[in-house]
């Protein structure tokens, strides 16, 4: 199976700034089948970004994705207050779909 | 609105059984396949299967085979999880999640609240 790893574990900004998540698959993603997620504490999680860089539905443009192969990351341009939370990427190019162990955004 | 709505927190003795129900609205059920994620207590999410509720095929993480089952019943537009031969660290909270797609398991876009499943002597 596809193993992804994401870094940092966690990562701490302040609002306004800019956030930079990775995650880095052990075999290549095939056609960029890539998602993120979001999870606030409590909830489910939500569908950030699909195939790398496809925004998914409400999601605002500070959001961004990007990579191929083995290598993938989410951009936030600008840091707004409710964007501090769990991400999560998960791949759904070769069965069975895996998800990375999570980055938590954290407020500095 | 696209809603999945699921059943109540349960818990179940280790070697018991459990069914967890997801109804779904707002969108046509057949359109679109369902993936179950569970989550165990403070930790990431884990991909355990997906269903096309056309045709009912499905598709088991190998982790999971032989021990859970995924249906559907199209004429409640319901899908159900059920898992067997609990143990503790089956103790989790269960989402069901709408597929982008039908044809194979791919990113989910809307999920069901979630339940959770405490497996406890």
Redesign the interface.
């Known amino acids: 199976e596809i193993v992804l790893t994401q870094s940092p574990d966690t990562l701490s900004l302040s609002p306004g700034e800019r956030a930079t998540l990775s995650c880095r698959a052990s075999q290549s993603v095939s056609s960029s089948?890539l998602?993120w997620?979001q999870?606030k504490l409590g909830q489910?999680?939500?569908?950030l970004m699909?195939g790398t860089s496809v925004r998914?539905?409400d999601i605002p443009d500070r959001f961004s994705g990007s990579g191929s192969g083995t290598d993938f990351t989410l951009t936030i341009s600008r840091l707004e207050p409710e964007d501090f939370a769990v991400y999560?990427c998960?791949q759904?190019g070769r069965?069975?779909?895996?998800?990375?162990?999570?980055t938590r955004l954290e407020i500095k | 609105q696209v809603q999945l709505v699921q059943s109540g927190t349960q818990v179940k003795k280790p070697g018991a059984s459990v069914k967890v129900s997801c109804k779904a609205s707002g969108y046509t059920f057949t359109n679109y396949g369902i993936s179950w994620v569970r989550q165990a207590p403070g930790q990431g999410l884990e991909w355990m299967g997906w269903i096309s509720t056309s045709n009912g095929y499905t598709y088991y993480t190998q982790k999971f085979q032989g021990r859970v089952t995924l249906s559907t019943d199209t004429s409640t537009s319901t899908a159900d999880m059920e898992l067997r031969s609990l143990r503790s660290d089956d103790t989790a909270v269960y989402y069901c999640a709408r597929d982008l797609d039908i044809v194979v398991a791919t990113a989910v876009d809307y999920w069901g609240q979630g339940t959770l499943v405490t497996v406890s002597s």
Not at chain 1, 44 to 47: S, T, V, W, Y
């Open positions: 089948f998602a997620y999870q489910a999680p939500r569908l699909y998914a539905t999560y998960q759904y069965s069975p779909i895996t998800f990375g162990q999570g």
